[in-house]
Every structure is written in structure tokens, then in C-alpha cells.
């Protein structure tokens, strides 16, 4: 069998369409028959023109430890780093503008300037010229691993009358971690946010496996975001138990289907490198995920993915007031802390 081509792809696709059309709908009067065959053929009714787009190849030249070496990052750091964004702790090497983007993040460049902009083609690995410098300044955070602890699984637990207190799933943890935003990743569409939060999730989930609990904690704070507008405080009335209690269920109900998914996979023989690809396309709150906006405003995660409309509105109300102001003390705690604020597709903003 020829292995597909973009051309043969196209090729196939438009003439299924046109088998579909002639079987589907299809006509006695051969002259009609064949005149809409023709205009189906026509650029622009059935198919575009095939547009193929020549990537330019990106050279990988710099090692990850000599990056992290020049960043000024720990070797304990390095070798975490490269397992958890690439899944393998030695041999990785990055191209030219990830390993100056994690050197400038982290230490900032000859000037003291410590602010990013990556300009390159698709594929170029833009993603991790952001993914590498925050992951790493969490590694580093959280190189004692008491600082790194278990989550609380409170969909688990169903609220009723004589359990009427809703707990958050980083409630109990220590206390020596102020939960607050560590970095925001803003899209300008939720399409944007889906297509690449799976890779933070992979990392999330490869972290988790070495670590047992979830290194860092990551949320996506949208208007499709679970939870709604109000905060459920203590001693819930029947009304908000219930409401708590559908979340709870939703959310039971999406670890179950990746839990399905990974058993499935194992039972077929997959490995354990496929079985994360294909978990890391569903939401996972066990590596770390946050799914609800009430996780997120009880305890900020480390990493906020938003967009622009959403994020104006958190700062026009109250409910999301303790998101910013726990960010605020953390910052305050310590010169050394920084923000970060990723902006994807920065071209397409506006105004």
C-alpha cells in the first residue's frame, strides 16, 4: 500500500464527496447527472485547491542541560525538565530559539531584559519555547518534595445534610505554598486553547507518574468552564449541595472514561508513551487539572489558560477578586517571584 501523499489525500476525499453526492441524491436524467458532476469538479464547489505549505526545517543544536546549565538551573532540574515536556531524560536537544528563550526567561539576557517574543513557522516548536521556562521555574519552586502533595477528590465524596462543607482539591495541602497564578497563557479563540493545553496536560500527567502527586497545577478558565457564578461556601443549602453534586458527577464521570481508555490500551498492548498521547486529549483533574472555576478561585493553579473577553470580564467582578489577590500576596512574599504572562498568536490582537 503507497503511504498517502497530501495530493492522494485530496484526491480521495473529493471523489468520496462525489460518490456520496451521485448515490445519495441521485437522478434518472443522465444529462443532469452529468452536468453536476462538472460542476462539482469546479475549483471552489466541492474542494479547494490543495495548498501545501514548505516548512523549513529547524535544526535541534542545543542540548537540554546546556540550556539549563546556562539558564542557571540545577542539574536535578534538567533531567526533570527533559523527561517531563519530551519524555525522555537525556538526549533531547532544542532548537536554537527554545534553549535562548529558556536562557532569557529564566536569566534574562546580557542587558538584564527578561521578556520574550518568538517569531518562527509552524512546527518550529514555539509551544515549548514557553513550556520550557515555566515548567522549569516550578521544578525548581518545588525541588523539596514536600512541597509536593496529594489532591483532594472531592468529587468523590457526594455533599448531603450532614455533610454540607464543599472542599477544594488542593484543601489540606501545606501551607509553606501560597496558591496563586504562577503564569497566564491567554488565546485569542477556545479552538487555540484546545488544540494545545493537551501538550501541558501530557506534561502534567508524565510529572505526576514521577513525582506521585501532581507537580504543578493547571486550569482553563473559560465561559464553558464548569461551576458557574456562584462559590459554594460553607454549610450549603440543599439548592447548592445539589448543584455541587452534578459537577461532582460530571467530573466522576470524565475520570472514569480516561480511566477506560488507559485500561483499554493496556489490554490491546500499547505502550505506555501511546496511552499517554491518547489520555492527554481528555481532561484530567488526577495529574493536576483543575476543571472547575471554584477549584481555581479557592486555589489559583499554578498555570491559568483564558482568553482575552474572559479574562476582562474576572477583572470587572467579584467572584474571581481572590484569584488576583492571591497572586498579589504571592508576588509580595518574595522579590524572586515572577509572573509570567504567555500571549499566543500576539499578530492576530488588535487595538
Given at each position: 500500500?503507497?503511504?498517502?501523499?497530501?495530493?492522494?489525500?485530496?484526491?480521495?476525499?473529493?471523489?468520496?464527496?462525489?460518490?456520496?453526492?451521485?448515490?445519495a441524491?441521485?437522478?434518472?436524467?443522465?444529462?443532469?447527472?452529468?452536468?453536476?458532476?462538472?460542476?462539482?469538479?469546479?475549483?471552489?464547489?466541492?474542494?479547494?485547491?490543495?495548498?501545501?505549505?514548505?516548512?523549513?526545517?529547524?535544526?535541534?543544536?542545543?542540548?537540554?542541560?546546556?540550556?539549563?546549565?546556562?539558564?542557571?538551573?540545577?542539574?536535578?532540574?534538567?533531567?526533570?525538565?527533559?523527561?517531563?515536556?519530551?519524555?525522555?531524560?537525556?538526549?533531547?536537544?532544542?532548537?536554537?530559539?527554545?534553549?535562548?528563550?529558556?536562557?532569557?526567561?529564566?536569566?534574562?539576557?546580557?542587558?538584564?531584559?527578561?521578556?520574550?517574543?518568538?517569531?518562527?513557522?509552524?512546527?518550529?516548536?514555539?509551544?515549548?519555547?514557553?513550556?520550557?521556562?515555566?515548567?522549569?521555574?516550578?521544578?525548581?519552586?518545588?525541588?523539596?518534595?514536600?512541597?509536593?502533595?496529594?489532591?483532594?477528590?472531592?468529587?468523590?465524596?457526594?455533599?448531603?445534610?450532614t455533610?454540607k462543607?464543599?472542599?477544594?482539591?488542593?484543601?489540606?495541602?501545606?501551607?509553606?505554598?501560597?496558591?496563586?497564578?504562577?503564569?497566564?497563557?491567554?488565546?485569542?479563540?477556545n479552538?487555540?486553547?484546545?488544540?494545545?493545553?493537551?501538550?501541558?496536560?501530557s506534561?502534567?500527567?508524565?510529572?505526576?507518574?514521577?513525582?506521585?502527586?501532581?507537580?504543578?497545577y493547571?486550569?482553563?478558565?473559560?465561559?464553558?468552564?464548569?461551576?458557574?457564578?456562584?462559590?459554594?461556601?460553607?454549610?450549603?443549602?440543599?439548592?447548592?449541595?445539589?448543584?455541587?453534586?452534578?459537577?461532582?458527577?460530571?467530573?466522576?464521570?470524565?475520570?472514569?472514561?480516561?480511566?477506560?481508555?488507559?485500561?483499554?490500551?493496556?489490554?490491546?498492548?500499547?505502550?505506555?508513551?501511546?496511552?499517554?498521547?491518547?489520555?492527554?486529549?481528555?481532561?484530567?483533574?488526577?495529574?493536576?487539572?483543575?476543571?472547575?472555576?471554584?477549584?481555581?478561585?479557592?486555589?489559583?493553579?499554578?498555570?491559568?489558560?483564558?482568553?482575552?473577553?474572559?479574562?476582562?470580564?474576572?477583572?470587572?467582578?467579584?467572584?474571581?477578586?481572590?484569584?488576583?489577590?492571591?497572586?498579589?500576596?504571592w508576588?509580595?512574599?518574595?522579590?524572586?517571584?515572577?509572573f509570567?504572562?504567555?500571549?499566543?498568536?500576539?499578530?492576530?490582537?488588535?487595538?
Amino acid at each position: 500500500m503507497r503511504k498517502p501523499t497530501p495530493l492522494s489525500v485530496h484526491k480521495y476525499l473529493t471523489e468520496a464527496y462525489s460518490k456520496y453526492y451521485n448515490s445519495a441524491f441521485w437522478m434518472r436524467d443522465e444529462g443532469i447527472m452529468r452536468e453536476r458532476a462538472q460542476i462539482l469538479e469546479e475549483s471552489g464547489v466541492l474542494a479547494q485547491d490543495p495548498l501545501i505549505e514548505a516548512v523549513p526545517q529547524y535544526p535541534s543544536e542545543v542540548s537540554v542541560s546546556q540550556a539549563c546549565l546556562e539558564a542557571g538551573l540545577s542539574e536535578e532540574t534538567s533531567a526533570s525538565l527533559s523527561k517531563i515536556v519530551f519524555g525522555r531524560s537525556t538526549g533531547i536537544k532544542l532548537r536554537q530559539h527554545q534553549a535562548q528563550s529558556l536562557r532569557t526567561a529564566i536569566s534574562g539576557d546580557a542587558d538584564g531584559r527578561f521578556n520574550v517574543v518568538v517569531t518562527s513557522g509552524t512546527g518550529s516548536g514555539k509551544t515549548e519555547s514557553f513550556l520550557l521556562p515555566l515548567l522549569a521555574a516550578l521544578i525548581e519552586e518545588r525541588r523539596n518534595s514536600s512541597l509536593i502533595s496529594p489532591i483532594n477528590s472531592w468529587w468523590n465524596t457526594k455533599l448531603s445534610g450532614t455533610n454540607k462543607r464543599w472542599e477544594s482539591m488542593r484543601y489540606g495541602q501545606s501551607s509553606s505554598v501560597i496558591h496563586a497564578m504562577r503564569a497566564m497563557i491567554l488565546y485569542p479563540t477556545n479552538a487555540l486553547v484546545e488544540d494545545q493545553i493537551s501538550r501541558l496536560r501530557s506534561a502534567a500527567m508524565t510529572a505526576q507518574k514521577d513525582y506521585g502527586n501532581p507537580l504543578f497545577y493547571f486550569g482553563r478558565y473559560t465561559g464553558a468552564t464548569l461551576g458557574g457564578t456562584f462559590f459554594p461556601h460553607a454549610d450549603l443549602g440543599s439548592d447548592l449541595r445539589r448543584r455541587v453534586n452534578e459537577v461532582s458527577a460530571e467530573i466522576a464521570k470524565i475520570v472514569l472514561e480516561t480511566k477506560n481508555i488507559r485500561e483499554s490500551m493496556s489490554a490491546k498492548g500499547s505502550d505506555e508513551q501511546e496511552i499517554l498521547s491518547a489520555c492527554s486529549q481528555f481532561q484530567n483533574p488526577d495529574c493536576g487539572e483543575m476543571l472547575t472555576r471554584w477549584d481555581m478561585i479557592e486555589s489559583p493553579p499554578d498555570i491559568m489558560i483564558t482568553n482575552t473577553s474572559m479574562l476582562n470580564i474576572m477583572l470587572l467582578r467579584d467572584t474571581e477578586k481572590p484569584i488576583f489577590e492571591k497572586t498579589r500576596e504571592w508576588l509580595a512574599e518574595s522579590s524572586s517571584n515572577k509572573f509570567t504572562l504567555v500571549v499566543d498568536e500576539l499578530h492576530s490582537y488588535r487595538g
